[in-house]
């Protein structure tokens, strides 16, 4: 019956999907004849049975290039986007770790056995030379370090287009603890320069979150922290700049000499100014730990805002802490609703006195931060803890910030903490290359990853916009900075002039409705718009390592371009260095 049923249904050759319908249907037709007619059929149902086998094996054989594209794309594609948590936790957890592993080693091999300032100079010589002598002159310079090695979720690729210019430059140069004074080339991460500073009793004044960060990322983009309300965004530690200029030219640049207008506008640049090759940075003495104390707001947004205003220091005088306010060293908050949160703040200290709770948040089988911080606002009761320096530092790393809950949704499992967690967390690099086109999309069209920075007398107001416009996002991050004038930059003033409080909205993760499964109930592109409209009204701005959904012209009421025009023209950049909207990822 079925040999039968095939060749009227067919045309042409029969695919695989119709040969695995027919075999079982052989079968099954086979186990319906009568027993008494069995033995005089079964030759005929065997005969069948071969000539299906037979026809399987030339159609394979006919069809081996689409079987090879099953196998060796269709296959994978497959695995890679709806079981991306095993292939994150099989695969990109190791080489994570190996990668690791291969940078930490080669760090502490140039420190040992090659005099990194000699060594800066020729690097420095050959990328001149790349400059100079590139062939497409009209083409835009950029750094050849791949847009997969970055710490944003987004992808850009222009670097496949214009003039890419390799440059090694991973190492730190020197450390002048006499003059509070570090010289690092572009490429240093975060995590080389704590290893390094904190066990010397020292520290960045602002030590932005992620191991992987770089220097010369912060610096051409921006960095914050816990203590960004007294030291500033990242820029505000730097005290000179080492530039390459379109034209070839090397020049160092600070606030007070000859280049102090490039030296102000280099942050928000993003690289469209002049080519990084080293920074000199401020240092402050540190101690052992922090005392964190965590104060839980149920129930109350106002309570939670008015509270981290207070931290801030923003109702201070000039004059000094007239109104009694002590500013710790750390203020941070993480709201896990629109009116509930926990704020916590934290201040150096040597030791730990008797009867204090010490929590090693470093240690892999450690719950993540921020479902530690959930469990104390459930609690409902404050609470003190002393962590050790780098752990306070790196506090969100083993989870990052609450996004590998998506990756690995088993991650804080005790389980697999006490069994794995020691691999956690994996390289974003990883993470970026190990997405298919789907994945790639899904995360486009329903993964919210925004910093939002707004005046803190909006605060409130803010929060219950990324509420409505992202469908309950959360849990936020709250962390405030002190916004200065920035002559030249992008960055807009403070409407006051003056130095004003902002606070930083971090908004990372799935909107309600597609936890709920219904993605369709979500527009990423209207709720963006809507919230940036919102954000501008407000005087405050987003951070573009994020996708971007302004247009050239709504991108440049956002930001000013006046200045920065003017000193693209001074400095030659305009042939060499396209403006920030082009190298942004943008989403129209």
């Given at each position: 019956?079925a040999?039968?049923?095939y060749p009227?249904?067919?045309?042409g050759h ?11 249907a052989?079968v099954?037709?086979?186990m319906m004849i ?5 033995n005089?059929e ?7 049975g071969?000539?299906a086998?037979?026809?399987a094996?030339?159609v394979?054989?006919?069809?081996r290039d689409?079987?090879?594209k099953?196998?060796?794309k269709d296959l ?13 936790t099989v695969?990109?957890l ?10 930490r080693?080669r760090?502490?091999y140039m420190?040992?056995f090659?005099s990194a300032p ?9 990328i001149?030379?790349?400059v100079?002598n590139?062939p497409?002159k ?13 710490i944003s979720?987004?992808?850009?690729n222009y670097k496949?287009?214009?003039?890419a210019i390799?440059m090694p ?5 020197d450390?002048?603890l006499?003059e509070?004074v570090?010289r690092v ?12 500073l904190?066990?010397?009793g020292y520290?960045l004044?602002?030590?932005p979150?992620?191991?992987d960060?770089t ?5 051409n983009?921006t960095?914050?922290?816990s203590?960004s309300?007294?030291a500033?965004?990242?820029?505000e530690?730097?005290?000179e700049?080492?530039?390459l200029l379109g034209d070839?030219?090397?020049v ?7 280049y ?8 928000w ?5 002049a080519l ?11 101690s052992?730990y ?6 839980p707001?149920v ?5 939670y805002v008015e509270?981290?205003r207070?931290?801030?220091g923003e109702y201070n005088?000039?004059e000094?802490?007239t109104?009694g306010?002590k ?6 908050g993480?709201?896990?609703s629109l ?5 916590m703040?934290?201040?150096f200290?040597d030791?730990?006195?008797k009867?204090g ?12 931060f921020?479902?530690?911080?959930e469990k104390i606002l459930?609690?409902?009761?404050t609470?003190?803890?002393?962590i050790?320096l ?7 790393s083993?989870?990052?910030?609450w996004?590998?809950?998506l ?5 804080n ?13 994996p390289k974003?690099?990883?993470?970026k290359?190990?997405?298919?086109e789907?994945?790639?999309k899904?995360?486009e069209e329903?993964?919210?990853?925004q ?6 007398k909006?605060?409130?107001?803010f929060l219950?916009t ?6 309950q ?5 709250l962390?405030?900075?002190s916004h200065?004038n ?12 003056q ?7 971090g908004v ?9 499964q ?7 592109k209207k709720?963006?718009?809507n ?5 501008q009204k ?5 951070m573009?390592y994020?996708d971007?959904f302004?247009n050239?012209?709504?991108f440049?009421?956002?930001f000013d371009?006046?200045?920065y025009r003017?000193?693209r023209?001074?400095?030659k950049?305009t042939?060499?260095?396209k ?7 943008l989403?129209?």
């Amino acid at each position: 019956k079925a040999l039968v049923w095939y060749p009227r249904k067919a045309r042409g050759h029969p695919s695989l999907c119709e040969l695995g319908l027919l075999l079982p249907a052989i079968v099954e037709n086979s186990m319906m004849i009568p027993s008494n007619h069995r033995n005089g059929e079964s030759a005929l149902v065997m005969a069948g049975g071969t000539v299906a086998a037979a026809a399987a094996a030339v159609v394979l054989y006919r069809k081996r290039d689409t079987v090879q594209k099953s196998l060796c794309k269709d296959l994978p594609m497959y695995i890679l986007t709806n079981h991306r948590s095993a292939v994150v936790t099989v695969f990109g957890l190791p080489l994570s770790l190996l990668f690791d592993t291969i940078l930490r080693v080669r760090s502490n091999y140039m420190t040992m056995f090659h005099s990194a300032p000699h060594l800066h100079d020729e690097r420095v010589a050959k990328i001149q030379e790349a400059v100079k002598n590139r062939p497409d002159k009209e083409s835009p310079l950029c750094t050849a370090r791949p847009g997969w090695m970055s710490i944003s979720l987004s992808y850009r690729n222009y670097k496949q287009k214009w003039n890419a210019i390799e440059m090694p430059l991973y190492d730190i140069l020197d450390i002048d603890l006499e003059e509070r004074v570090v010289r690092v080339e572009p490429f240093v991460s975060i995590g080389q320069l704590t290893h390094a500073l904190n066990p010397k009793g020292y520290t960045l004044p602002v030590v932005p979150e992620m191991d992987d960060l770089t220097v010369g990322g912060l610096i051409n983009g921006t960095g914050i922290e816990s203590s960004s309300h007294h030291a500033g965004l990242f820029h505000e530690l730097l005290l000179e700049l080492e530039l390459l200029l379109g034209d070839g030219t090397v020049v160092i640049a600070t606030a007070t000499n000859e280049y102090s207008d490039l030296f102000h506008a280099i942050p928000w640049s993003y690289g469209t100014l002049a080519l990084l090759l080293s920074a000199k940075l401020k240092l402050l003495p540190c101690s052992k730990y922090v005392k964190v104390t965590y104060t839980p707001h149920v129930d109350s947004q106002e309570g939670y805002v008015e509270h981290m205003r207070q931290l801030s220091g923003e109702y201070n005088t000039t004059e000094g802490n007239t109104n009694g306010n002590k500013v710790p060293m750390f203020v941070e908050g993480l709201a896990y609703s629109l009116n509930s949160a926990v704020v916590m703040e934290g201040e150096f200290v040597d030791s730990i006195p008797k009867g204090g709770q010490i929590n090693c948040l470093s240690l892999w089988w450690k719950p993540w931060f921020y479902k530690h911080v959930e469990k104390i606002l459930k609690s409902g009761v404050t609470k003190v803890e002393y962590i050790p320096l780098r752990d306070y530092y790196h506090r969100h790393s083993q989870s990052l910030f609450w996004e590998m809950e998506l990756m690995i949704p088993i991650g804080n499992h005790p389980l697999f903490r006490w069994t794995l967690g020691w691999l956690m967390p994996p390289k974003v690099s990883f993470l970026k290359i190990s997405q298919t086109e789907m994945t790639r999309k899904l995360t486009e069209e329903t993964h919210v990853a925004q910093d939002f920075l707004v005046p803190t007398k909006h605060m409130g107001e803010f929060l219950k916009t990324c509420d409505t416009e992202f469908d309950q996002v959360y849990p936020l991050w709250l962390c405030l900075h002190s916004h200065s004038n920035m002559p030249g930059s992008l960055l807009k003033d403070p409407i006051s002039k003056q130095t004003e409080m902002y606070i930083d909205i971090g908004v990372y993760g799935l909107p309600r409705c597609v936890h709920n499964q219904h993605p369709e109930q979500f527009d990423m592109k209207k709720s963006m718009r809507n919230a940036l409209f919102a954000l501008q009204k407000l005087h405050g701005f987003q951070m573009l390592y994020a996708d971007v959904f302004f247009n050239r012209e709504e991108f440049e009421e956002m930001f000013d371009h006046k200045a920065y025009r003017e000193l693209r023209q001074k400095y030659k950049a305009t042939t060499a260095f396209k403006e920030v909207y082009d190298k942004m990822s943008l989403v129209l």
